[in-house]
């Protein structure tokens, strides 16, 4: 499961993590309270037939199932012990981990310094150093320009303010501090904005689909 601030997903993976059923979408409740999101959750679920265990990637730092920030999200989100009420409501073990590093799990090669940011209604990052996460990396909240952050400058509200030409000269700007900062040996951006960009890529930096922060959680029971 992926849980977005547009849109929640959901794909069932074999054990070697590839796809087994189609990618379902559904809009993100209004408000995206807890409960309005698990009744989502649920239904996706168990339209997709038989599983035998569940990973959610979630828009916001996790620590042991619980959601301590949902920045895109309802308010009430914070504390909230996701993994264990998903449990209770699916009977199956479940883990719970942020949406980017999700992300990163499924984009990444495992060798050297890989750095994955997410464009959507919000703005995530995670850092991976052979293959290993650093986890909880909030570079969205982080100042970037003129006293706002990553995330007001780059987020969804963002683009549509300021137009796809002027976004993406932004976007230019922060991949140049996030290599300078990181020096990483290569980036991967995905997210449903990534779309949208038109700046030419460095050899070195990659748009990953989609469907990356999906596959990416079977890589949270390994």
Known sequence: ?????????????????????????????????????????VDLATAKGEFDRVSVGFPGVVREGVTITAPHLDPSWQG???????????????????????QGFGAISGKGVEMVITLGTGVGSSLFVDGT??????????????????????????????????????LARALQTLER?????????????????????PSHVKIVPNEAGLLGGIALWR
């Not at 054990?15 to 409740?29: F, I």
């Not at 449903?192 to 030419?200: M, W």
């Open 80 to 102: 909230f012990k996701l993994a264990g009420a998903l449990q209770k409501r699916l009977k199956k073990p479940v883990l719970v981990a942020n949406d980017a590093d999700v």
């Open 133 to 170: 996460l650093f986890p909880n990396l909030e570079l969205a909240h982080h100042p970037f320009r003129r006293g706002k952050t990553y995330d007001q400058h780059l987020n969804n509200a963002a683009l549509k303010k300021a137009g796809k030409t002027k976004w993406n000269k932004r």
């Open 1 to 41: 499961m992926d849980i977005g601030g547009s849109g929640i997903k959901a794909l069932v993976l074999d054990e070697a993590g590839q796809s087994v059923t189609t990618r379902s979408r559904v809009k993100t409740p209004k408000p995206a309270t807890p409960s309005a999101v698990l009744e989502v959750i």
């Open 181 to 201: 900062l990181f020096n990483y040996d290569r980036l991967y951006i995905g997210g449903g904005n990534a779309k949208h960009i038109t700046l030419s890529l």
